[in-house]
């Protein structure tokens, strides 16, 4: 049974032949607990989504498999019903709780490991290694599905833990952490194959600029007490990169991001999420 529905407009840019009017197609995204007989495989794509070329590092399988367990936590979104596969997906693990449980252990180990590398990230560090009941909050949907999803799903998570906690369940949490991704914009290593004269480049570095894969990132980040990017251990090539170009002259590099946040910023960052994310009416 679906959880919420929620009307979104989406703009298609397809062209008729006759003029270039853009055409508007309104689609029904339906949230949902989820469900251990059908979610499967569609959590463990967008898990491997989530983690890019890290994926094979963890064992993704072991972590559907915790998501699906909680049911009653958490949400998918579909546009077919709830026999479909998931566009998107949120939810929460415990991090004590499942300490004990290799997959976890992995990817704790994984996650202290690259925040560790850096410094604007070492407050995660050393929250891992203390006394704190991290929650680790997963989330990915597919390139196509728009923000405005967002803000009902971490509410409705806001809501599940408060009635999880009433039944005394182990989600008082002293902080959440959420693992998500950003992207630099490089130059194609296929522009000097082509026989066209290139511009000169300027003297000196500039900083590539970073962007979000999850616009939300930039509205939660206002609430957070950590957060900042890093590279992927098993990074990819420039060639990669290349193959992700999308019809663009630059190419795209993949790279981690962590955000950390205190419990008690969690109801205000949802309500930021709100304000600025409103459904299109």
């Not at 853009?22 to 979610?39: G, R, S």
């Not at 949907?141 to 999803?149: A, Q, S």
């Not at 509410?155 to 599940?160: A, D, Q, R, V, W």
């Given at each position: 049974?679906?959880?919420?529905?929620?009307?979104?407009?989406?703009?298609?840019?397809?062209?008729?032949?006759?003029?270039?009017?853009?055409?508007?197609?309104?689609?029904?995204?339906?949230?949902?607990?989820?469900?251990?007989?059908?979610?499967?495989?569609?959590?463990?794509?967008?898990?491997?989504?989530?983690?890019?070329?890290?994926?094979?590092?963890?064992?993704?399988?072991?972590?559907?498999?915790?998501?699906?367990?909680?049911?009653?936590?958490?949400?998918?979104?579909?546009?077919?019903?709830?026999?479909?596969?998931?566009?998107?997906?949120?939810?929460?693990?415990?991090?004590?709780?499942?300490?004990?449980?290799?997959?976890?252990?992995?990817?704790?180990?994984?996650?202290?490991?690259?925040?560790?590398?850096?410094?604007?990230?070492?407050?995660?560090?050393?929250?891992?290694?203390?006394?704190?009941?991290?929650?680790?909050?997963?989330?990915?949907?597919?390139?196509?599905?728009?923000?405005?999803?967002?803000p009902p799903m971490y509410k409705m998570l806001l809501e599940e833990i408060s009635w999880a906690n009433e039944e005394k369940e182990p989600y008082q949490f002293t902080h959440y952490l959420i693992l998500s991704k950003t992207y630099r914009e490089i130059q194609s290593?296929?522009?000097?194959?082509?026989?066209?004269?290139?511009?000169?480049?300027?003297?000196?570095?500039?900083?590539?600029?970073?962007?979000?894969?999850?616009?939300?990132?930039?509205?939660?980040?206002?609430?957070?007490?950590?957060?900042?990017?890093?590279?992927?251990?098993?990074?990819?090539?420039?060639?990669?990169?290349?193959?992700?170009?999308?019809?663009?002259?630059?190419?795209?590099?993949?790279?981690?991001?962590?955000?950390?946040?205190?419990?008690?910023?969690?109801?205000?960052?949802?309500?930021?999420?709100?304000?600025a994310l409103r459904p299109i009416p």
């Amino acid at each position: 049974m679906g959880k919420r529905k929620e009307r979104v407009s989406k703009r298609d840019e397809e062209e008729s032949s006759s003029d270039s009017d853009e055409e508007i197609a309104d689609v029904d995204f339906e949230f949902f607990d989820p469900q251990p007989k059908i979610d499967f495989q569609g959590l463990k794509l967008l898990l491997r989504q989530l983690f890019d070329v890290d994926a094979p590092l963890l064992d993704l399988s072991a972590l559907a498999d915790l998501i699906l367990a909680q049911p009653l936590l958490g949400s998918t979104v579909k546009c077919d019903g709830n026999e479909s596969d998931p566009y998107a997906f949120l939810t929460v693990l415990n991090l004590r709780e499942h300490g004990d449980k290799p997959a976890i252990k992995t990817l704790v180990e994984y996650v202290a490991k690259q925040a560790s590398k850096i410094e604007a990230l070492k407050p995660i560090s050393d929250t891992l290694k203390g006394q704190n009941v991290v929650g680790l909050i997963l989330t990915e949907r597919l390139v196509n599905v728009p923000v405005e999803i967002v803000p009902p799903m971490y509410k409705m998570l806001l809501e599940e833990i408060s009635w999880a906690n009433e039944e005394k369940e182990p989600y008082q949490f002293t902080h959440y952490l959420i693992l998500s991704k950003t992207y630099r914009e490089i130059q194609s290593q296929l522009d000097g194959e082509d026989d066209r004269p290139q511009k000169k480049k300027k003297k000196g570095h500039k900083k590539a600029e970073v962007f979000n894969f999850h616009p939300e990132d930039t509205i939660i980040q206002r609430s957070a007490l950590a957060f900042g990017d890093c590279p992927y251990i098993k990074e990819g090539s420039d060639e990669e990169a290349d193959a992700k170009r999308a019809f663009q002259e630059l190419g795209i590099k993949p790279q981690g991001h962590m955000i950390l946040l205190e419990a008690s910023k969690y109801e205000s960052m949802v309500t930021m999420l709100e304000e600025a994310l409103r459904p299109i009416p």
